[in-house]
């Protein structure tokens, strides 16, 4: 599987941006999916996965009631809308494919595939 992140920008404190994550091959559904992101000096953190229906969705406490991840599996893409944008969600955001069936899926390790990120800089 290949990802291809987009949607990244520069925005102001409380807009929107709507990243996505564009899939390569025909077995996308049978992936879960993650969208994790790194801020310059520190680590890869976990924002939000999705189960292959779509079922089940886990978010970081930071992001919830924020963020929503969604999929079309129809179109090989999985969606990370971010709202309410703050000046500490600027980061790199990558999105991944996991076969792991342990959840929530908060933990890279757990990833198979990683896309090469888009920038979100959020100024104040």
Known sequence: VQLQASGGGVVQAGDSLRLSCAASGRTFSSY???WFRQAPGKER???AAISWSGGSI???D???GRFT???D???NTVYLQTNSLKPEDTAVYYCAASKSTIVPLSF???YDYWGQGTQVTVSS
């Open 62 to 64: 930071s992001v919830k």
């Open 108 to 110: 890279p390790r757990q």
């Open 69 to 71: 991840i969604s999929r």
């Open 73 to 75: 599996n129809a179109k």
């Open 45 to 47: 953190e976990f924002v």
């Open 58 to 60: 886990y978010y970081a």
């Open 32 to 34: 879960r999916m993650g």
